[in-house]
């Protein structure tokens, strides 16, 4: 059976009622990973206008944002938030929620959704396209199936995530252990040099088809966590790097983000460390480079910056509230504790040998994710839109 949405399936949020007391809001961007990470109080005459969605136990919700993969499948826990008008609802007796929380999750429905997305400045899809996405519909008992095999997958996938955080954990614990009680503190410029990128042209600035052997550019979207993030890639011309050899990165360089230099989800400075596979590779402007003078560890100074110290110092220090911003003399000014070598090493050896179980783990993590993508595609690879 093939279901369209709005026409055969319809929209379940209501508005919000006016109420007592404060509501709980739920926007778009307090929902991470399937789940609410955080909300906002409000009474109900203060609630921001898109501040209008009530929800039932058995609705599924998800953003309607092109290229934005927010899902919640609704229980008794998230019934009694108010969500944004950022997210469509929907329910249907026919269709088991937790049928159509996967359905929502694939990457069939999300290529239509961002296909049919509308708007000038942030795209999203409405009504309209909605009503040309439709959905193979099996028979309940194939839907339970369905959802018992996923939900199996997904419970795998989120064990050996949660392995991960432990072992991340482990690492800060053990860190917290060896230099949490020193009081003797250094400048971080005692122990490292520190450098900003180059600001490229932006005519030099290409994807791999413009460049087939160019040079990757670590540029401000590309710095995360402990590692850079090539998902997307922008290169420059393989001259330049004779040419700007002076901002080329080596093993070991810590990355920083200079600008929006904060993740607000996890509450940790945008930090890396330049792996082999990361080079050859130049800096771009508003990202920094803290190269390890002789002898020190690099993995003791990342750590040093992945501390909550340094993340209430980077807030202090940053300018501009729409796009905060820090400078290489902040980072060279922050104060850390100091360590001998040889106590850096023994924690670097520590990590080193974390770093081991999490590439079994993350080995195993990318099984069972392949092992998603295809069942997603099996049941889910007929569905289109209209």
Not at 361 to 379: A, G, I, P, R, W
Request: charge should be positive; hydrophobic fraction near 35%.
């Amino acid at each position: 059976m093939k279901l369209a949405f709005i026409k055969d399936i319809k929209k379940s949020g209501k508005p919000c009622k006016p109420l007592q007391g404060t509501i709980k809001y739920v926007d778009t961007g307090n929902v991470i990973n399937g789940k609410i990470q955080g909300y906002q109080e409000f009474s109900f005459d203060e609630k921001p206008s898109r501040a209008n969605v009530s929800v039932d136990v058995g609705d599924v919700i998800f953003a309607k944002m092109q290229n934005s993969l927010k899902v919640i499948q609704i229980t008794e826990k998230e019934k009694d938030f108010v969500y944004s008008t950022g997210f469509y609802s929907f329910n249907d007796q026919r269709v088991l929620p937790g049928y159509l929380k996967h359905y929502f999750n694939s990457n069939q429905f999300n290529h239509i959704k961002d296909k049919l997305s509308k708007g000038a400045t942030m795209k999203a899809i409405n009504d309209s396209g909605m009503e040309q996405i439709t959905i193979n519909v099996p028979t309940t008992s194939q839907q339970e199936s369905i959802v018992s095999t996923l939900d199996k997958i997904n419970e795998l996938i989120d064990a050996n995530k949660r392995q991960l955080e432990l072992l991340d954990e482990a690492v800060k614990a053990r860190f917290v252990e060896m230099f949490g009680d020193i009081k003797e503190k250094i400048n971080i410029s005692r122990i490292a040099f520190t450098s900003s990128g180059f600001s490229f042209k932006s005519k030099d600035i290409g994807d791999n088809n413009k460049y087939q052997d160019g040079i990757k550019l670590v540029q401000i979207s590309n710095v995360s966590l402990r590692n850079i993030d090539w998902n997307v890639i922008n290169y420059l011309p393989n001259i330049f790097y004779q040419k700007y050899k002076t901002y080329s990165l080596l093993k070991d360089d810590i990355v920083i983000a200079l600008t929006r230099p904060i993740i607000q989800s996890l509450g940790n400075v945008k930090v890396c460390i330049a792996r082999d596979i990361d080079l050859p590779a130049l800096l771009n402007q508003r990202v920094a480079m803290v190269r390890c003078k002789g002898g020190q560890s690099p993995i003791y100074l990342y750590y040093c910056l992945q501390q909550d110290d340094f993340t209430q110092y980077v807030k202090r220090v940053c300018t501009g509230s729409s796009q905060p911003n820090m400078s290489t003399k902040d980072i060279e000014n922050y104060q850390i504790p100091e360590v001998e070598n040889e106590f850096q090493r023994t924690f670097e050896k520590f990590v080193k040998a974390i770093d081991k179980v999490k590439l079994l783990v993350t080995q195993n993590l990318d099984t069972l994710n392949s092992m998603l993508d295809k069942k997603m595609d099996e049941y889910f690879g007929g569905d289109s839109n209209a």
